[in-house]
């Protein structure tokens, strides 16, 4: 399995930006999906973002629509997250994972193994 570590996280006040990064251990195919997903304490995990490694159209939570932008690195195994407008309901861990392609991007149970995470914390 592909291992994905992410990074970027941190504490911002309300209105303010974070970029996250997810590196991944090894190239990726370019059919493969690179996903951000995010649960907050108690919460479910919830798909955020999606992009194809090999380029196309980002899929995209209606609730971070306009706000949030995903993006792949040169390389096949980069992807990440700009964050902008955020607000303490986009608080929670942000886990970057991958799959074979981007349907039903928004299923967790589709997508292993998954990393630790990086904490974002919006008051």
């Known amino acids: 399995h592909v291992q994905l570590v992410e990074s970027g996280g941190g504490s911002v006040q309300a209105g303010g930006s974070l970029r996250l990064s997810c590196a991944a251990s090894?190239?990726?195919?370019?059919?493969?999906?690179m996903t951000w997903f995010r649960q907050s304490a108690g919460g479910e995990r919830e798909g955020v973002a999606a992009i194809h490694t090999g380029g196309g159209d980002p899929y995209y939570a209606d609730s971070v629509k306009g706000r949030f932008t995903i993006s792949r690195g040169n390389a096949r195994n980069t992807a990440y997250l700009q964050m902008n407008s955020l607000t303490p309901e986009d608080s929670g861990m942000y886990y970057c994972?991958?799959?074979?392609?981007?349907?039903?991007?928004?299923?967790?149970?589709?997508?292993?193994?998954w990393g630790q995470g990086t904490q974002v914390t919006v008051s």
């Open positions: 994972v991958v799959k074979r392609t981007c349907g039903s991007w928004a299923s967790p149970t589709l997508y292993s193994p």
């Open positions: 090894r190239l990726l195919y370019n059919t493969n999906c």
